[in-house]
């Protein structure tokens, strides 16, 4: 079992900066990829970024250049850095882990960007 815990949501003007962190307890050795998702009101989820153990990014095209991924092996923590946020930005983040054949999710945390 893999347990991510998620933290540095909040309410912020558009062009403001936030930094969200996962920290992951349990089978972290069996992590491999880690991601950030986000759901805004009555969309799906959809992937933000992600980052391999290796430290391979990907990001959505609408954030690229204004967030970034990074992640701490050795303190079993991922980072996403967003800069110039935009209202469209706001959701719920959600932190992922994969581990093998599966999936592990954390509890969210509300992103708000004001215009």
């Known amino acids: 079992q893999v347990q991510l815990v998620e933290s540095g949501g909040g309410l912020v003007q558009a062009g403001g900066s936030l930094r969200l962190s996962c920290a992951a307890s349990?089978?972290?050795?069996?992590?491999?990829?880690m991601g950030w998702y986000r759901q805004a009101p009555g969309n799906q989820r959809e992937l933000v970024a992600s980052?391999?153990?290796?430290?391979?990014?990907n990001y959505r095209d609408s954030v690229k250049g204004r967030f970034t991924i990074s992640r701490d092996n050795a303190n079993n923590t991922v980072y996403l850095q967003m800069n110039s946020l935009k209202p469209e930005d706001t959701g719920v983040y959600y932190c992922?882990?994969?581990?093998?054949?599966?999936?592990?999710w954390g509890q969210g945390t509300q992103v708000t960007v004001s215009s």
């Open positions: 992922n882990a994969e581990h093998g054949a599966y999936y592990s």
């Open positions: 349990g089978r972290i050795f069996s992590i491999n990829a």
């Open positions: 980052i391999t153990r290796g430290g391979t990014t």
